[in-house]
């Protein structure tokens, strides 16, 4: 690839907003990408505070985990399991149907360790 100004000469990395190639001669840092110009430049720090924004509202970190939405989803299949043995538990003593029985029981367990993977999970981020 060539610089998009100067067509002799080789690109060494690419615009982090419009993608031109850019020389030695014609790239400017940013804080963590090269642009083409300073257009470029004002692009790339709304992109940066709209991602920042985005991030923030949904709770999520830089190293790109949810601390929020891990807890919600720990607790919905957390929920889910338990029903599900719940349910299994009723069927085993008042319907007496062990088939169903074994796969609402397995379908519970499935949940529950889904569940606490999940929860365990988000204590890391």
């Known amino acids: 690839m060539h610089c998009f100004n100067h067509q002799k000469t080789s690109a060494v990395c690419a615009c982090g907003v419009c993608l031109k190639g850019l020389?030695?001669?014609c790239m400017q840092p940013t804080d963590d990408k090269f642009v083409c110009s300073p257009a470029c430049a004002q692009h790339l720090q709304k992109i940066?505070?709209?991602n920042n924004y985005v991030m923030s509202v949904y709770g999520i970190n830089k190293s790109?985990?949810?601390q929020?939405?891990?807890m919600r989803t720990?607790?919905?299949?957390?929920?889910?399991g338990v029903t599900f043995l719940g349910f299994g538990a009723y069927t085993a003593v008042d319907i007496g149907d062990w088939g169903l029985t074994f796969f609402t029981a397995m379908l519970g367990l499935i949940f529950v360790v889904q569940g606490y993977k999940t929860y365990k999970?988000?204590?890391r981020l």
Do not use: P
């Open 121 to 123: 999970r988000g204590l």
């Open 48 to 50: 940066t505070r709209l």
């Open 23 to 25: 020389c030695n001669e």
């Open 64 to 66: 790109g985990g949810s």
């Open 74 to 80: 720990a607790m919905l299949h957390l929920t889910m």
């Open 68 to 70: 929020k939405v891990g």
